[in-house]
């Protein structure tokens, strides 16, 4: 295991203040339980010092105008930078911040392990980079109901807008969906949208399943999701592109076409069931 994450803090467990869990194989055994509040938010980080402060200023003040109980996880998996730090540093100014470390990098396995450590009745996750406007990811939530367990951005279709992609970024992430859409969600013409919210029944469920650690774990999920019959939604978002992204268009779309396989042969053989 990756030692470089070996607290020099205190680690304490209860609400408002940071969950320091990177230093035993599985961190979700480290991490306390909080109160219950109404919306987790989700938060994987990986090297975003940079960015991390700004965006969690921003999520704060959101939640705190809308009035709801709220708590905000971030995962912070495999980073070599402050981003614990800063993490750390805004806990301390909003005491619904929790701070979840593991060494293990892979943006699918933290989601997977602040999901499993949220307490909210509705959990959604974003983006550390908020390409999507933190107004219309939690927007999210409130679309959840009976027919709708899980709800999800998307930058296709009516009343969608993408801003600044490259031309050739795009081309491949259609390619990749039409391979999506054939062989494991079809209808959905977004599944890589990093903004999705869920119901908590239904979180529970389905990440309980989750096998994929890495970029194509939003397919798996959306896969387990139709196959235990949850309705899914697809809500039109606006989408900037940042170009400090931690995807590798030709890398990352390779590793997920090969996660599409991976999900259907889970898929026959049962691993979902």
Known sequence: MNSRYT?????????????????????????????????????????????LPATLAQVSSHLQQRGVDYEILVVVNGST?????????????????RLILTSTRGKGRAVKIGVDESQGDRIVFCDADLSTPIDEAVALADRLDESFQIVI???EGSGARRLGEPNARHLMGRVFNGLVRTFAVPGIQDTQC????????????VFARQTID????????LYIARRRSFGILEVPVTWEYRSSSRVDPLRDT??????????????LRGRYD
């Not at 390779?254 to 898929?267: H, K, P, S």
Request: charged letters at 25%.
């Open 7 to 51: 607290p020099t803090l205190p680690r304490v467990g209860h609400r408002g203040q940071s969950v320091w869990a990177g230093v035993r194989p599985d961190p979700r055994a480290t991490a306390s339980a909080v109160s219950t509040a109404s919306l987790s938010v989700v938060i994987p980080a990986y090297n975003e010092e940079s960015r």
């Open 81 to 97: 930078d402050r981003t614990a730090e800063v993490t750390k540093a805004a806990a301390d100014r909003d005491p619904n911040i």
């Open 153 to 155: 951005a998307s930058r």
């Open 194 to 205: 990093g903004f999705k919210a869920f119901a908590r029944a239904c979180a529970r469920e």
């Open 214 to 221: 890495g970029f194509g774990f939003d397919v798996e999920i």
């Open 254 to 267: 390779f590793r997920m076409v090969a996660d599409i396989v991976r999900v259907r042969l889970n898929g």
